[in-house]
């Protein structure tokens, strides 16, 4: 555990010497790297292909947004027609040439 490690030097330097500005932002960069670690780690992101995994994800999430919104675009369009051709419709039975139509 060499990041543990340096973090526990770290803080046996701050207690020693006094926390001097340089020691405490080395403690709080070795601590933010070490907790980052264990989410990581606890997420199963730890490994070498979980860079690839979370592209691989971004492609998946994009595709579904991506689909999701063609699904909507799709029947926006469809209930667009509809009220066009009921208006159309409508125009054809108020101008009384439902007859000709026949």
Do not use: Y
């Amino acid at each position: 555990m060499m990041r543990e490690e340096m973090l526990a030097r770290l803080i046996v330097q701050a207690e020693a010497e006094g926390s001097d500005l340089v020691t405490l932002r080395a403690v709080v960069e070795e601590a933010c790297d070490l907790g980052a670690a264990r989410v990581l780690e606890r997420m199963g992101l730890a490994d070498e292909t979980a860079h690839a995994d979370l592209i691989e994800l971004r492609q998946l999430l994009q595709a579904w947004r991506d689909a999701k919104t063609s699904a909507w675009q799709a029947v926006v369009d469809w209930a667009v027609r509809a009220v066009l051709a009921l208006l159309l419709v409508g125009i054809v039975v108020r101008l009384g040439l439902w007859d000709m139509i026949r």
